[in-house]
Antibody
Framework: DVQLVESGGGLVQPGGSLRLSCAAS????????MSWVRQAPGKGLEWVAN????????YYLDSARGRFTISRDNAKNSLHLQMNSLRVEDTAVYYC????????????WGQGTLVTVSS | DVQMTQSPSTLSASVGDRVTITCRAS??????LAWYQQKPGRAPKLLIY???NLDGGVPSRFSGSGSETDFTLTISSLQPDDFATYYC??????????FGPGTKVEIK
């Protein structure tokens, strides 16, 4: 079965850093674009970043560019999001997701990890 | 950047009602639009991709239509399991995906 399992969330102070990870299994991870999507408490979904199969293309939400870095390790079937200079407004559940697992869409999702930025 | 809008933001309906949610893109996205259902505490679930294609296992009472900038999600006969929040998402370019603000379907 396909599994995407996020980890690394927690409580961090404003200005701090956090590294999220997503462990993928049950499919050939290196074949797919991957995304991070977040959801602030009680709010809607917000796309954060995309990365292509070999990590040579990376794209970011404007407010994340320059602070967040998406990366992947295809040998370890893992996706990462390094988040620096965190702000209160970055508080959210962060989901990793796969594009094109079965269909031309973002179709496989993890269960999310909560990041809380607060003093 | 492509901005997405949805209407209504909240919809009150009864079991058996026909429900329509609209989604508009700020520029043409061809048919690169998906619809998701989300329930509290759960990850989004893909319902429809490429504007009108139903994901496998999704009940046939769900349908999607539209192209370019205007899209709709229709539930032909609302069932108790359908009370949830629905999001559209455009994925026209790898450089930017974006979601609509969501439509909460509530019990009337």
């Amino acid at each position: 079965d396909v599994q995407l399992v996020e980890s690394g969330g927690g409580l961090v102070q404003p200005g701090g850093s956090l590294r999220l990870s997503c462990a993928a299994s049950g499919f050939t991870f290196s074949n797919y674009w991957m995304s991070w999507v977040r959801q602030a408490p009680g709010k809607g979904l917000e796309w954060v970043a995309n990365i292509n199969q070999d990590g040579s293309e990376k794209y970011y939400l404007d407010s994340a560019r320059g602070r967040f870095t998406i990366s992947r390790d295809n040998a370890k079937n893992s996706l990462h999001l390094q988040m620096n200079s965190l702000r209160v407004e970055d508080t959210a559940v962060y989901y990793c997701a796969t594009y094109g697992g079965r269909l031309p869409a973002v179709d496989w999702w993890g269960q999310g990890t909560l990041v809380t930025v607060s003093s | 950047d492509v901005q997405m809008t949805q209407s209504p933001s909240t919809l009150s309906a009864s079991v058996g009602d026909r429900v329509t949610i609209t989604c508009r893109a700020s520029q043409s996205i061809s048919n690169w639009l998906a619809w998701y259902q989300q329930k509290p505490g759960r990850a989004p679930k893909l319902l429809i991709y490429q504007a009108s294609n139903l994901d496998g296992g999704v009940p046939s009472r769900f349908s999607g239509s539209g192209s370019e900038t205007d899209f709709t999600l229709t539930i032909s006969s609302l069932q108790p399991d359908d009370f949830a929040t629905y999001y559209c998402q455009q994925y026209n370019s790898w450089s930017q995906f974006s979601f609509g603000p969501g439509t909460k379907v509530e019990i009337k």
